[in-house]
Structures are given as structure tokens and as C-alpha cells.
């Protein structure tokens, strides 16, 4: 299997500007996670998907974001309006519909907003 | 009260020596535990999980669930200069999503 991979690896923007994240999950994988984790933190959840359904978001997730997966396979993250609060490492995870709670990550994206 | 708990660290301890981690989590529904590892800069990587009450070993790792004391621990066992990171404790309650604690840093010193 080759591992989850995400694009961009490092993304730096300016205050206001829209962004946009991609994660492809490991072949045969259905389930999508998004999570977002800050300096001295772990991972917060933000939202996931079982397929192309998205069965669940953070409160944490404003209005300002968005996600989808339109065909089962992979999945965007967008950031409307960005603020410096939003700088942070962006993970995604996927895991197999026989073993759902065994996630692994990607390498993810870190955000950086001016 | 914060779901899940770890102690910041660090913990430093020479190599070959054990290295104790500890997790308590507040929720008695959680269902799924987890232990990752991450490398500064890096995202985190899944190393153990455990699903019983009791021990579950593999290689150096033990997992130790006590879902009475709500506790759950990771033993690293000849400990390198190699395994020190941050240890990450997650817990699965009733959804799909990780709930994660802090982490713990974890130094081991030749």
C-alpha cells in the first residue's frame, strides 16, 4: 500500500486569501478524516467521510471551511476568508471499512497565514 | 476536565531502560485506544492500539487498558535514542472520530 498523501506539503498565504487542501487516502480505504493540529497539541477532529458521505463536522469547523470527497476517493479541504488563527498542520487520515478506528495519517499540510 | 490526559513530559530515560507512558480519559464510553508516535515536524504514526482490558504486546511495545480506572498506559522496553518523540494517547468513543491528548515527549539519552 502506498500511504496517504497530501498536497500541498507547506502552504503560505496571506490574510483573506482562499486555500485549498487535497488528500488521497490508502487504495481501498473508505473512511476520510480530517484533523488539524497546533504547536504543543494533538490532532483535532474536524470532519469525516464514508465515501463520498460526510457523516460528521467539528464544531471547530466555521463556516469559513468546507470539505468534500465527490467520489469516494479523495477529498479537499477549503479555507474561505483565511485568518492567522487558521495557521496550523493539516492532517488527513483514512482508514479501512473492516477496521475503522485504526487511522493513519498523511504527512500533511502546514498552513502558514500572514 | 480535558478527555483525555497525558503528562507533558519530558520523560527522559537512558537507553535500554523502560519507559513508562500513561493516559487517563474521562469518558467510560470510550470504546478504542490508541498510541502514536510523532517526530518533530512529522505527522503521527500508528503504533499500537488496544480494544480489551489487559496487556497487549508487540516487539518492544506493551499496551496496558484498564477501562475500570479508565487509564491506559504504553511500556517501551529497551528504550533507543531512536524512539524519542512525542507520544500521542487517542480515544474512540461513540463516533468515528480520535480524540486525542496533548502527547508526551518522550527523551531517551545514551
Known amino acids: 500500500d502506498t500511504g496517504v498523501s497530501q498536497d500541498p506539503r507547506h502552504k503560505i498565504t496571506k490574510r483573506g486569501q482562499n486555500v485549498t487542501f487535497r488528500c488521497d487516502p490508502i487504495?481501498?480505504?473508505?473512511?476520510l478524516y480530517w484533523y488539524r493540529q497546533t504547536l504543543g497539541q494533538g490532532p483535532e477532529f474536524l470532519t469525516y467521510f464514508q465515501n463520498e458521505a460526510q457523516l460528521e463536522k467539528s464544531r471547530l469547523l466555521s463556516d469559513r471551511f468546507s470539505a468534500e470527497r465527490p467520489k469516494g476517493s479523495f477529498s479537499t479541504l477549503e479555507i474561505q476568508r483565511t485568518e492567522q488563527g487558521d495557521s496550523a498542520m493539516y492532517l488527513c487520515?483514512?482508514?479501512?471499512?473492516?477496521?475503522?478506528?485504526?487511522?493513519?495519517f498523511g504527512p500533511g499540510t502546514r498552513l502558514t497565514v500572514t | 476536565q480535558k478527555e483525555v490526559e497525558q503528562n507533558s513530559g519530558p520523560l527522559s530515560v537512558p537507553e535500554g531502560a523502560i519507559a513508562s507512558l500513561n493516559c487517563t480519559y474521562s469518558d467510560r464510553g470510550s470504546q478504542s485506544f490508541f498510541w502514536y508516535r510523532q517526530y518533530s515536524g512529522k505527522s503521527p504514526e500508528l503504533i499500537m492500539f488496544?480494544?480489551?482490558?489487559g496487556d497487549k504486546e508487540d516487539g518492544r511495545f506493551t499496551a496496558q487498558l484498564n477501562k475500570a480506572s479508565q487509564y491506559v498506559s504504553l511500556l517501551i522496553r529497551d528504550s533507543q535514542p531512536s524512539d524519542s518523540a512525542t507520544y500521542l494517547c487517542a480515544v474512540n468513543v461513540d463516533t468515528d472520530k480520535l480524540i486525542f491528548g496533548t502527547g508526551t515527549r518522550l527523551q531517551v539519552f545514551p
Open positions: 487520515a483514512s482508514s479501512h471499512r473492516d477496521r475503522n478506528y485504526e487511522q493513519y
Open positions: 487504495s481501498e480505504h473508505n473512511r
Open positions: 488496544i480494544y480489551s482490558n
